[in-house]
């Protein structure tokens, strides 16, 4: 019934190269994902793979407008995100095992929802120590700050 009624948007949908890379990705980490939970003899090797899988995803949906935007926003304040993430990935996981421990299901739904909270509140974090004159936080120990030279500075002058 769904390919009699859905078949002409779904092979419309699919025409597109990029669309029809992200569809067959997405199918393939779900796949891994799935095979992982049920097989757990063989959850590390395709564990492993469906990280592959979900990197080659995330490469193809960056590709994408809207997205490509935030992922160039995420690029752009690495380096708070990098610095900030762990505290709130470490206090989320404190809170799981507080909470009865993590399952393969909740670890399906849980990973995007750290991972967005984690990328959040680092740019938050950094907005908060900003205000709070804390910038050299963030700033690297002087002998390995970049100094431009003094004939670059001279000519760039004029």
């Given at each position: 019934?769904?390919?009699?009624?859905?078949?002409?948007?779904?092979?419309?949908?699919?025409?597109?190269?990029?669309?029809?890379?992200?569809?067959?990705?997405?199918?393939?980490?779900?796949?891994?994902?799935?095979?992982?939970?049920?097989?757990?003899?063989?959850?590390?090797?395709?564990?492993?793979?469906?990280?592959?899988?979900?990197?080659?995803?995330?490469?193809?949906?960056?590709?994408?407008?809207?997205?490509?935007?935030?992922?160039?926003?995420?690029?752009?304040?690495?380096?708070?995100i990098f610095?900030?993430?762990?505290?709130?990935?470490?206090?989320?996981?404190?809170?799981?095992?507080?909470?009865?421990?993590?399952?393969?299901?909740?670890?399906?739904?849980?990973?995007?929802?750290?991972?967005?909270?984690?990328?959040?509140?680092?740019?938050?974090?950094?907005?908060?120590?900003?205000?709070?004159?804390?910038?050299?936080?963030?700033?690297?120990?002087?002998?390995?700050?970049?100094?431009?030279?003094?004939g670059a500075?001279?000519?760039?002058?004029?």
């Amino acid at each position: 019934m769904a390919g009699r009624y859905f078949a002409p948007r779904v092979i419309a949908l699919l025409a597109h190269p990029r669309r029809l890379r992200l569809v067959l990705a997405g199918a393939v980490f779900a796949g891994l994902v799935l095979a992982a939970a049920l097989m757990p003899a063989t959850g590390e090797i395709l564990g492993k793979a469906a990280r592959f899988v979900g990197v080659a995803l995330a490469a193809e949906i960056a590709r994408m407008g809207a997205p490509s935007r935030i992922f160039s926003a995420i690029g752009a304040r690495s380096l708070e995100i990098f610095l900030g993430h762990q505290f709130f990935i470490a206090g989320a996981g404190v809170m799981i095992v507080a909470l009865g421990g993590p399952g393969v299901a909740t670890g399906i739904v849980l990973t995007p929802a750290i991972s967005l909270v984690a990328v959040a509140g680092s740019v938050a974090l950094r907005e908060v120590l900003g205000a709070a004159r804390m910038d050299f936080i963030y700033a690297p120990p002087p002998p390995l700050a970049h100094h431009p030279s003094r004939g670059a500075v001279g000519a760039a002058q004029g």
